[in-house]
T-cell receptor
Framework: NAGVTQTPKFRVLKTGQSMTLLCAQD?????MYWYRQDPGMGLRLIHY???????AKGEVPDGYNVSRLKKQNFLLGLESAAPSQTSVYFC??????????????FGNGTRLTVT | QQPVQSPQAVILREGEDAVINCSSS?????VHWYRQKHGEAPVFLMI?????EQKGHEKISASFNEKKQQSSLYLTASQLSYSGTYFC?????????FGAGTRLTVKP
């Protein structure tokens, strides 16, 4: 019963380096989301996807790219990391459209530090 | 646009009650409530859909007033295990936006 799995759990990058965070879900969910969490700011939506092959921008998309080539995977990329991207990143998935009884299932997070 | 939560923090003694509020400037399809313990992922508590319904989870309940675009989370007879940060989430189009959170501390 894996649910939503994020890899890696921790990462330290130097300014300008790139990396990809992987989110995988085994619940056959259509919707997937990437959030970042900073102290006092709550969860802020970076990008999301409403199905395989689709992506859309959230509140804070600058500096990030995403891809959803397979329904179960949602990748978050940082092309040129900046210290402002130091944060905890959460992936989440849900099954149904808005206005329905469909909660978000979260992964355990990735703690990223950019020096 | 993120919903606005209040208060930012609450400190309670075991057995006391608390109310956390969530409001939005936009019409809401639904409101979600989640609790997050330190260093862990948010955990789902409940969803409230249009219709002003109330729901309950243990001794935690919530209401949703769609006309006022507001939701409130009620924690009664609080337990130590209720400590954590509570987030409300609101659906806008196909995405989910969260408030900044309310940190709840329950002391013995």
């Amino acid at each position: 019963n894996a649910g939503v799995t994020q890899t890696p759990k921790f990462r330290v990058l130097k300014t300008g380096q790139s990396m990809t965070l992987l989110c995988a879900q085994d619940m056959n969910h259509e919707y997937m989301y990437w959030y970042r969490q900073d102290p006092g700011m709550g969860l802020r939506l970076i990008h999301y996807s409403v199905g395989e092959g689709t992506t859309a921008k959230g509140e804070v998309p600058d500096g990030y790219n995403v891809s959803r080539l397979k329904k179960q995977n949602f990748l978050l990329g940082l092309e040129s990391a900046a210290p402002s991207q130091t944060s905890v990143y959460f992936c989440a998935s849900s099954s149904l459209r808005q206005g329905t009884n469909s909660p978000l299932h979260f992964g355990n997070g990735t703690r990223l530090t950019v020096t | 646009q993120q919903p606005v939560q209040s208060p930012q923090a609450v400190i309670l003694r075991e057995g006391e009650d608390a109310v956390i509020n969530c409001s939005s400037s936009k019409a809401l399809y639904s409101v979600h409530w989640y609790r997050q313990k330190h260093g862990e992922a948010p955990v789902f508590l409940m969803i409230l859909l249009k219709g002003g319904e109330q729901k309950g989870h243990e001794k935690i309940s919530a209401s949703f007033n769609e006309k006022k675009q507001q939701s409130s989370l009620y924690l009664t007879a609080s337990q130590l295990s209720y400590s954590g940060t509570y987030f409300c989430g609101t659906e806008e189009d196909n995405d989910m936006r969260f408030g900044a959170g309310t940190r709840l501390t329950v002391k013995p």
